[in-house]
């Protein structure tokens, strides 16, 4: 079996050198790194996690949290590609991937309180933002390390965002320049959440610019009724910017049953869904989960692995209309 030892002396470091570039400890150089993680993968070496996880008290692994949403979001492609985003990374660092996901909040307060006290997880992702979120507050009393995908709502918090108020702005311009539509709708979720009001902003902003009117929409995909009855109160409604492709969907479908015949050109977010269920008449703005799953587990480490971006606290991610 492979030693620390058999690194150190192919490396021409210390074991405890060795050890310490293994972990990525920020005192190593780069280029020391580099050098001992390549023989250690060349050699095959297998680091022991469950010494590590007695020595410091912490799992070899880290806890990502899924939002309580209606919208049965573990079946989401978003959060699928932001979590192939997170184990990329986590596997380059030795690191196993634990989910909480549950159908109510009770339920995900204790599942992250076993993952924590049980299985001694200490790292965390935070899929979501949301105002005076229990779960939050509760990581941050007890001074366990988490990072929010979203805007956060308390300054200190460590997160990962696109500008969702620029790209909301972005892809309601795209879709008056490209289709002309004179009365718009904007569809969000029951839940309306941080993200969601974020481009709701981007969207008023540009349609204050052009003196348009708007109507919002709701899709509670439970009551596919209510939205079908105010969609056939606003026959008028020729484009729609919805905060993502799965509400985008709903609205459509709702849409077609009300005025089969009619066209309506809507904008979506996530670029989730397979091209073949899309139509001219539909487009998307991709956020690039894979890179903010990565880019929340680089900042999750970053108290050990590269100081600037711990300072800095956050990293964003940018968007694009295909």
């Known amino acids: 079996m492979v030693t620390i030892r058999d ?22 150089s780069k280029k020391t790194i580099d050098r001992v993680q390549t023989i250690a993968d060349q050699l095959g070496y297998m680091p022991d996690y469950n ?5 410091t008290g912490e799992a070899s692994a880290v806890g990502v949290i899924f939002p309580v949403d209606g919208h049965a979001v573990q079946s989401n492609p978003f959060y699928i590609k932001v979590l192939s985003g997170v184990n990329d990374e986590l596997i380059k660092r030795g690191y196993a991937l634990s989910v909480a996901i549950t159908k109510t909040l009770d339920d995900l307060q204790k599942n992250v309180k076993s993952m924590i006290y049980q299985s001694k997880i200490k790292r965390f992702i935070l899929l979501y933002s949301q105002p005076n979120d229990p779960i939050a507050k509760f990581l941050r ?13 308390v300054e200190t918090d460590y997160y990962v965002n696109n500008n969702n108020v620029e790209a909301g702005a972005a892809a309601t311009r795209y879709l008056l320049e490209q289709s002309q539509p004179e009365h718009l709708a904007f569809v969000h979720s029951p839940e309306n959440w941080l993200f969601e009001k974020e ?6 902003n540009v349609v204050s610019e052009h003196n348009l009117d708007y109507q919002e929409f709701t899709v509670d995909q439970s009551n596919s009724t209510t939205l079908e009855s105010q969609i056939f109160e606003h026959p008028q409604i020729d484009g729609a910017v919805a905060t993502d492709d799965i509400n985008a969907m709903n609205f459509i479908d709702s849409f077609k049953k009300v ?3 009619k066209q309506v050109e809507i904008m979506g977010f996530n670029n989730s869904l397979p091209k073949v269920l899309l ?10 989960p894979e ?14 692995e590269d100081q600037s971006i711990d300072e800095k606290k956050h990293l964003l991610v940018g968007y ?3």
Not at 7 to 28: D, E, F, M, W, Y
Not at 51 to 55: F, M, V
Request: proline share 5%; charged share 20%.
């Open 7 to 28: 690194i150190a002396k192919q490396a021409g470091v210390s074991p405890s050198t060795a050890s310490r570039a293994l972990n990525k400890n920020p005192h190593i």
């Open 51 to 55: 010494a590590k996880n007695l020595t």
């Open 141 to 153: 009393e007890n001074h366990l390390r988490f990072v929010v995908i979203g805007q956060p709502t």
């Open 199 to 204: 481009r709701f902003t981007g969207f008023q």
């Open 259 to 261: 005025y089969p015949l």
């Open 279 to 288: 139509d001219r008449n539909y487009r998307t703005v991709d956020l690039f």
């Open 291 to 304: 890179e903010m799953g990565k880019k929340a587990t680089l900042l999750l480490f970053s108290d050990r």
């Open 320 to 322: 694009k209309i295909v």
